[in-house]
């Protein structure tokens, strides 16, 4: 297991000596001390990616995809020992770690792989006798923050388009989940990468996060994280006006019509909120539903949700495992008081499991309250196995509630009404729709929000754009220009 800063093709101690333990949630044992980048140990991987930016901009865009594919081809053969780290030190069980985010890992730096020699600039059809047209560059050196819900996944949808397109990288990993990012680091050093182009620097937030997001020679920063900390960073980058990407909070609306498919809803919105603790930006944490069917959605949910099997993540059975940090288990549950305050009403869950084997562990039972959109467990971003439920009587009424947030990430609708499905899809706003399904992800399809959700978009041509800059170049080619100040 690596613990040190990747920096320059090597793992090296921080310049303090200062190391941070990172835990396993199942029972808060430490796992290992790793180091912790400061201000100075930044500076060092920014000269190295500055150096390595030339040559690593300028190699055949093949090439650059073809070590992506490489590290692809070595994430599959490390999947166990990947899957393994992640779960110990996430709380994902092992499951989802080692057929979900490993598997999506890989395929996220295939699909950037075969990428990297097919995102085309284009020919603009300006005047005759001229040819305009247009190239995208790497911004440079992009700084990229990443938060503790699915750290070795966003890893890759972080770096992948960044390198495919000729960028260097420094990247902080969170300070709570930083050994399969440094697991990442250790195979792109096995595979070839050159030294200099990915750095990857453990941290805390306030000190190393904060210092990429001003820095004056980081050309982009990419943020994943709260939407408190997405404003830090627009201020912090406004020195030398940085681009800015920020994949922010949510608060996902999950609208069930009545005439929905109820047994698919249930096992849908389940995925969508339970799935990682529900820890996910994307969580359908807002069910919406119609008045007709209510009773029957909530009978088969919560009856679904008790039977779920919470346990050590590297149990291959457990369904559920706890959340990624003690403080941040106690502020999921703080929000069942807050639900109770305001006169939602508990239908299951809302408290940590009664079971002795998992008492030392961050746990918390998948928790569904009844409440009003305007409550604060509606509204804010719980990050939790934490579920609302309100009930609506028109199509109007549902959509007004789906929008009565500041949040818009994702959002989720069933119905087997067609006109009904594509014209909710174009009012909610949000920056992902899915019908008869929730959380789906791909490597091609763009992903991020609107308002407090944040700007820009990962994965797909538009993570492309996301880390490159447009270049607009003007040749005559047997243009007659009559002089402007003619003599
Ligand atoms: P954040 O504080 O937003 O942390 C995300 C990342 O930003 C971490 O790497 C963190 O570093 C870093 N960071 C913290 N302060 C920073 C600063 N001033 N400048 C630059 N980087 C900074 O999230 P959290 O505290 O871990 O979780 C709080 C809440 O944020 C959650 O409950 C949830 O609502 C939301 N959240 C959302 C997401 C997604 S996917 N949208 C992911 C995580 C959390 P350290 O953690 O290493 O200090």
């Keep these: 297991m690596q613990t040190q800063l990747f920096i320059d093709g090597r793992f090296v101690p921080s310049l303090s000596g200062e190391t941070l333990a990172t835990l396993n949630p199942h029972d808060n044992s430490v796992i290992a001390d790793v180091s912790m980048a400061n201000h100075a140990d930044i500076d060092r991987a920014v000269a190295a990616a500055k150096a390595a930016f030339p040559k690593w901009s300028n190699l055949a865009a093949a090439e650059r995809g073809r070590l992506l594919l490489k590290l692809a081809d070595a994430i599959e053969a490390n999947a166990d020992r990947l899957a393994h780290l992640e779960s110990i030190d996430t709380g994902h069980p092992i499951r989802d770690t080692r057929y979900l985010d490993v598997p999506r890992t890989a395929a996220t730096f295939r699909y950037f792989g075969g990428m990297a020699d097919k995102f085309e600039g284009s020919v603009i059809p300006v005047e005759q006798g001229f040819l305009n047209y247009l190239t995208r560059e790497p911004v440079g050196i992009v700084g990229q923050v990443v938060p503790w819900n699915f750290p070795l996944m966003f890893t890759s949808w972080k770096m992948a388009p960044a390198l495919a397109a000729g960028n260097c990288v420094i990247m902080k990993p969170a300070e709570l989940t930083p050994l399969s990012s440094l697991a990442i680091a250790e195979l792109m050093a096995e595979v070839g990468f050159p030294a200099g182009v990915v750095n990857i620097l453990p941290g805390l937030g306030h000190v190393a996060g904060q210092y990429i997001a001003e820095h004056p020679e980081i050309g982009k920063v990419a943020f994943t994280g709260s939407t408190a900390v997405g404003r830090k960073i627009v201020q912090a980058s406004s020195g030398n006006l940085k681009k800015v990407q920020l994949e922010l909070g949510g608060k996902g609306a999950n ?202 978009r990962e994965m797909g041509f538009e993570a492309m754009r996301e880390y490159t800059q447009a270049k607009s170049v003007w040749v005559n080619v047997d243009a007659q220009i009559p002089p402007y100040f003619p003599r």
């Design 255 to 456: 609208i069930v019509f009545g005439d929905a498919n109820v047994d698919a809803v249930v096992q849908g919105s389940a995925f969508g909120i339970f799935h990682n603790q529900g820890q996910a930006c994307i969580a359908a944490s807002r069910m919406i539903v119609h008045e007709s069917i209510a009773d029957e959605v909530l009978e088969k949910f919560v009856a679904l949700a008790r039977t779920i099997r919470i346990g050590d993540p590297l149990d291959p059975t457990t369904e559920m495992g706890p959340l990624t940090s003690r403080q941040h288990r106690d502020r999921v549950l703080s929000y069942v008081d807050v639900a109770r305050e305001q006169g939602g009403r508990v239908i299951a869950g809302g408290r940590s499991p009664d079971n002795a084997a998992l008492a030392n562990g961050c746990y918390v039972e998948p928790t569904i309250v009844e409440a009003k959109p305007t409550d604060r467990v509606s509204q804010e971003e719980v990050f939790g196995p934490f579920m609302t439920v309100t009930t609506f009587s028109t199509d109007e009424e549902a959509l007004a509630i789906a929008n009565g947030t500041e949040y818009g990430l994702g959002a989720g609708l069933w119905t087997r009404d067609l006109q009904r499905a594509h014209r909710v899809a174009r009012e909610i706003h949000s920056g992902m729709v899915w019908v008869n399904c929730y959380k789906r992800v791909s490597p091609g399809s763009p992903f991020g929000g609107v308002g407090a959700s944040g700007y820009g």
